[in-house]
């Protein structure tokens, strides 16, 4: 769970430019944005997509423990 709240906080390091935006606006954040850099007005927090980008984050890295663990499992008891 840690570990998919850490990648979903850095994913606002990651700018995500939509199609149509404001000239000037940088937008940060992976797979939804939630930080908004504007130029002269400063940043916005999306907490709500922060929120779901972690949650997103949190279940990918869950699957795939979940996913090595059971592969780990196989593999010890092949002979």
């Known amino acids: 769970m840690v570990i998919g709240v850490c990648i979903g906080l850095v994913g606002g390091f990651v700018e995500n430019q939509p199609d149509a935006s404001v000239i000037g606006h940088k937008y940060y954040g992976f797979p939804l944005v939630w930080r908004i850099t504007k130029m002269f007005l400063g940043e916005e927090y999306l907490f709500f ?26 593999k010890k008891h092949a002979p």
């Open 49 to 74: 997509e922060l929120f779901v980008d972690c949650v997103f984050w949190v279940a990918v890295v869950l699957v795939i423990a979940l996913l090595a663990k059971a592969l780990l499992k196989d």
